[in-house]
């Protein structure tokens, strides 16, 4: 079984990388477009690098582009009033998934955003793209390709309140319909698969898969308001968004999630990122490497001689270990689902997001014990076995393990124990290492470790530098 562990807005969660698909939304309390991978409606990215996103394209509906900053959780650009559809492409590259049945593909990525339903039929310049209408109470929607319509496709529809998302085939027409009932966002999303073999980056492959989504918004919210300044300045224009997120929160778990949230220990805020030497070591072999991490921009991870399994899992690993010490805004990420209380046990306080992914949180002590989600068919959970101390008040989870379940049964399928390794340079917490144990059908565990060495600042950041001398 091949997993992508990916880091939550608190501590960390897994789930397949397959799982998330490339989302264009429209933020209509802030006039801005939202870039992000997930499963649709969340608004922030999950189950990958942001890094990711710094390699998508993103423009108007007259074909200007646009230029999106991270910011909240997500990759925003200001829209203007009158804005009525954005698109979106990204091309993630060519990917071996011989060991899921997948085999060897291509993967792009094409990304459509409506203000409203009623602009949902308006095109984004999209070679594989999802319109929508409504008609009697309905949305109706064409999927095309190169302008022409295509029949007997699956399109995944999900709507403000679905969690898992119902799929309809495409009739002659190239069309689905179904009932618009609630207020909210709706998200769709379709695949196609054409096998012709190509070359991309000196990789070879025998098919391409394409993904194309659509979000809308219906009824309440579906105005996009003036976002003439810059994505930063409309962020702090909009504080009940970005400070007191969902109003239909419990107060007391809002308060204890938030809490937990904010005693992590994330980079400043303007750290421009590193490079390093990297030691790669699965059992009795170990490789060498370099990586260098840009905060905005690309980050390059390059070791010679691994195979395509072994440095998708160590591009994965490092991306996430070193990208989701960024931080974020909790009122945008989690804070922004109606978060109740569950039990307590000795791990402490249940907290329930009652978002898409049936995620659940245990908090004890001001820090993050314990992490649920459940997708795909699979559950997970993370559970923390220790943290360490960083700043003052400030905490680091370093040894972890995640266990895999059945939704359905329950019954335990694997289990991954984590250790990592952080170090303060230059007033600055960074993580220099992980080891990872992997408990499958094996009795022996894989263990797989990477280190990173002689780190060097990109750029100096002076918020570390004063907080280092205080």
């Not at 801005?32 to 991978?37: P, S």
């Not at 189950?47 to 394209?57: H, I, R």
Request: with cysteine; charged share 25%; glycine share 10%.
């Amino acid at each position: 079984m091949k997993k992508f562990l990916f880091l939550a807005p608190l501590i960390l969660a897994a789930t397949p990388a397959h799982a998330h698909f490339l989302w264009a939304q429209t933020d209509p309390q802030a006039g801005q477009l939202r870039l992000y991978f997930g499963e649709g409606g969340e608004g922030v990215t999950n189950g990958v690098s942001a890094d990711v996103l710094f390699k998508v394209e993103a423009w108007g509906g007259n074909g200007k582009k646009l230029a999106p900053k991270l910011a909240g959780g997500a990759y925003c650009a200001p829209i203007a009033a009158n804005a009525t559809v954005i698109g979106a492409h990204q091309s993630w590259g060519v990917l071996d998934r011989s060991d899921s049945g997948r085999g060897i593909f291509r993967l792009e990525y094409f990304a459509k955003a409506a203000t409203s339903l009623d602009k949902a039929g308006n095109g984004a310049k999209l070679p594989f793209e999802l319109f929508a209408r409504r008609n009697k109470g309905e949305a109706l929607v064409t999927l095309k390709r190169d302008g022409a319509v295509l029949p007997n496709a699956e399109v995944t529809y999900v709507t403000p309140a679905g969690e898992e998302g119902t799929k309809l085939q495409t009739d002659a027409k190239g069309q689905i319909h179904f009932p618009i009932t609630a207020s909210g966002l709706y998200s769709l999303r379709a695949v196609v698969i054409d096998a012709v073999p190509g070359e991309l980056d000196g990789k070879k492959y025998p098919q391409t898969r394409t993904w194309t989504t659509l979000t809308f918004h219906n009824g309440t919210g579906a105005k996009v308001t003036p976002a003439a300044a810059p994505v930063a300045a409309a962020v702090k224009a909009v504080p009940v968004a970005e400070e007191k997120g969902n109003p239909n929160a419990d107060p007391k778990a809002y308060a204890l999630l938030e809490a937990a949230h904010n005693n992590r220990q994330v980079m400043p805020v303007d750290f421009a990122g590193f490079e390093a030497d990297l030691l790669y070591v699965d059992g009795d072999t170990s490789k060498t490497g370099k990586i260098v991490y840009q905060r905005q921009g690309d980050t390059k991870i390059t070791v010679d001689g691994l195979s395509a399994d072994d440095n998708d899992w160590l591009q994965d690993k490092v991306l996430n270990l070193v990208g989701h010490r960024r931080g974020g805004t909790f009122a945008q990420g989690d804070g922004k689902n109606p978060l109740t209380l569950g039990n307590t046990n000795s791990f402490g306080q249940l907290i329930l997001l009652n978002d898409r992914m049936k995620s659940e949180y245990r908090v004890k002590d001001g820090k993050v014990t314990e992490v649920t989600r459940t997708m795909g068919g699979q559950k997970f959970t993370i559970t923390v076995l220790d943290s360490m101390n960083a700043d003052a008040g400030k905490y680091l989870a370093n040894h972890f393990v995640v266990s895999y379940r059945d939704e359905k049964t329950g019954a335990l399928k694997e289990v991954e124990g984590y250790r990592d390794t952080y170090a303060q340079i230059d007033g600055v917490w960074l993580p220099t290492g992980r080891t990872v144990y992997d408990l499958a059908d094996e009795v022996t565990p894989r263990v797989r470790t990477f280190r990173l060495r002689n780190i060097k600042f990109l750029k100096a950041t002076k918020i570390a530098a004063a907080t280092a001398t205080r």
